[in-house]
């Protein structure tokens, strides 16, 4: 066998760079590979999405069991425009031939998953829950919407002049009757006398819903933002209970250092005072001494700001003739 460095480096390169992209490949869909993940996929038909996204949870009993893979919209001869649904479902009991699919809301805002029913036996005909045994839930906002549409297309008006005619056709009926009648009457005056503040309630209502339908992502990630903060204060509530601990203790520290010495810092406090007092009393005192020690300090630094020699001068030594006695002179 040739050693490794007289091979050709072409063929071992080419072969390096096919095996790193088959790795990429499979990390990128290694959810797919059969060894790596033991679910199966599941199909459900719906008459409607309801807002169903891919990524959705897919529920048996309440318990996870699987992710919304696909929802597409498809043609079925026969039936129409039908959604189905793809679910990938691991995990879970064995799905029989009688299964269920329902759509149901998660949260307020509208997010949806499926929840499944199984059944024990049978087998799942192609894999699919056909529509007969599916569900779509009713959506809380365009509920509201519908209310607001519908409301707004009342004739009050002859609503109210109905219950009149009704009231005044069975007015010569028993008490109990004519006092519910009489009721109705005064229920539909109201209404009628409210007519402006009701249509503009459910025009507000209306408006407010659509607002919330609009931002349902960004409602939603506020949802999610604000529980994972709150999630982390939980997770830091020992260390913030600690800090507080220790906090309270630091005190409790502090408070006896304090009474275990008021009796040495009371006269170390009084002598400073008096200590002040002298330095203020001699205040003066000190700031002329240290205005005349000031040429004397320059002047000595001068003299020895020389090294190890210093110098001096001695003047006045001449005599009346001129003639020079001592001289400078300087020592080591």
Known sequence: MR????????PIGIAGVVAILIALVLAFDI?????????????????????????????VNGVLVGKVTSVKLEYVPGTGN????????SGGPHIGADTT????????????YVAINPTPTGSLAGDTIRVDRTTTPTSITEAFIGLGRRAGAIDVKQLAKSFNVLADTFKNTPGEVHASLVGLEKVSQAIASRNNQLTSLLGHANAVTTTIA???????????DSSLILQTISQQRAVIHQLLVST????????????????????ALKQLEKTLAILRANQRGLDQTLHLAAPFVRDFTDTLGTGRWFESSLTNLTDSAGKVGLGNTGNQ
């Open 101 to 112: 699919a329902n759509l149901k809301i998660e949260t307020l805002l509208g997010q949806v």
């Open 214 to 224: 609009t931002h349902d992502a960004e409602i939603q990630k506020l949802i999610d």
């Open 82 to 89: 039908l959604v189905k649904v793809g679910m990938r479902v």
């Open 3 to 10: 050693p490794f460095r007289e091979r050709n480096p072409l």
């Open 31 to 59: 959810g797919s590979l059969p060894f790596i993940n033991s679910g199966h996929t599941v199909y459900a038909e719906f008459t409607d999405a309801a807002n169903l996204q891919k990524g959705a949870t897919v529920r």
């Open 248 to 267: 309270a203790q630091l005190a409790e520290q502090l408070t006896g250092l304090v009474a275990d010495n008021r009796k040495l810092i009371g006269p």
